[in-house]
């Protein structure tokens, strides 16, 4: 009896510790090209489409100019701006990631900032099912890149050497000139969206 009790015990502890990885503690990062096949569909807004023409999507490659030059050798970096970690771990979503925090193939650098330095890792939020319903993507950890500033500042800070101190950053006006929505009437109701337009085909 006893031994029995210590079993469904351990079972319970078994499911108990699979629910927390289910939720979110264990994800990793998939890259933009993961959320590309959902996020690249006009119906849905394209923000693949719109985070391609954004500065964060270039922002490795911006370390490859003139100017990033200037500012590494002002730095005293011997090296390339592209190639140094001092630089990259704000410009490159791939920078510091360990093999286990990355699924299956690694991110590249030369994509930039990609969607999961706000969204968080999506792993385990980016199934359709998921998807459609905000507080399963948060349980499943999804970050709330509309709420919570410190995502933005972890980056935008006075450790940037271009930083303006005089400027700041000013969230509400930063997300603005990021946007990249989903249409009002799309949103929150995307799979009976895509039935009505398969069916006015
Ligand atoms: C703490 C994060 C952080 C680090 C570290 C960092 N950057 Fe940046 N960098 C930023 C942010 C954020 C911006 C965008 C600034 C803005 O416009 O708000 C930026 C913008 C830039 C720009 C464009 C600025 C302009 O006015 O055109 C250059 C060039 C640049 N960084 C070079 C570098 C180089 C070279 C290094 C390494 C020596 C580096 N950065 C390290 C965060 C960082
Ligand atoms: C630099 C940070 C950043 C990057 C990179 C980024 N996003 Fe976002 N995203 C945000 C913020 C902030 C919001 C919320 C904007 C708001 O509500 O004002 C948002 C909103 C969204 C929304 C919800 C829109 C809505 O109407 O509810 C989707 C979908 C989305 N992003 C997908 C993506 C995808 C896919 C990528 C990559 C291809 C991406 N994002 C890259 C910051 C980012
Ligand atoms: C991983 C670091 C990182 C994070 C996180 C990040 N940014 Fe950036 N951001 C940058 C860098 C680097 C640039 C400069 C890229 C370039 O010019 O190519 C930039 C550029 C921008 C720009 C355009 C520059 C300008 O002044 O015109 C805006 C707007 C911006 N970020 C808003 C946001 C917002 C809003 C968030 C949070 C939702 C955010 N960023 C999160 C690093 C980051
Ligand atoms: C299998 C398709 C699919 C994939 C892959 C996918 N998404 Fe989504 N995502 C959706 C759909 C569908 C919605 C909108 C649901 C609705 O509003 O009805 C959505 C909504 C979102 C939202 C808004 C969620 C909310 O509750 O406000 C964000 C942010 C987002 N996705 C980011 C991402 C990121 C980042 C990735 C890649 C890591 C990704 N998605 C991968 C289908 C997908």
Redesign the pocket.
């Known amino acids: 009896m006893a031994r029995l009790t210590w079993i469904a015990m351990a079972i319970g502890l078994a499911v108990a510790v699979g629910f927390a990885s289910a939720a979110g503690a264990d994800a990793k990062y998939?890259?933009?090209g993961?959320?590309?096949?959902?996020?690249k569909k006009e119906l849905?807004g394209d923000?693949y489409g719109a985070w391609q023409k954004s500065a964060h999507a270039k922002a490795f490659e911006l370390l490859k100019g003139e100017k990033a030059k200037a500012v590494a050798a002002e730095k005293g970096i011997a090296g390339a701006p592209h190639e140094a970690a001092e630089c990259l771990q704000c410009h490159a979503t791939a920078q510091g990631l360990s093999a286990s925090q990355v699924a299956a193939k690694p991110l590249k650098l030369e994509d930039g900032i990609q969607?999961?330095s706000?969204?968080?890792?999506?792993?385990d939020?980016?199934?359709?099912k998921t998807?459609?319903?905000?507080a399963k993507?948060?349980a499943a950890g999804?970050w709330?890149?509309?709420k919570d500033e410190k995502i933005c500042t972890a980056c935008h800070n006075e450790k940037s050497p271009t930083w303006d101190a005089a400027k700041g950053f000013d969230f509400e006006a930063r997300k603005k000139d990021i946007a990249h929505p989903?249409p009002a009437d799309?949103?929150?109701?995307?799979?009976?969206?895509?039935k009505a337009a398969r069916a006015a085909k």
């Open positions: 998939v890259g933009a993961k959320c590309k096949t959902c996020h849905i923000q969607c999961e706000c969204h968080g890792p999506g792993s939020y980016k199934k359709k998807m459609a319903d905000h993507s948060v999804m709330e890149a509309d989903i799309v949103k929150g109701r995307y799979e009976e969206a895509a």
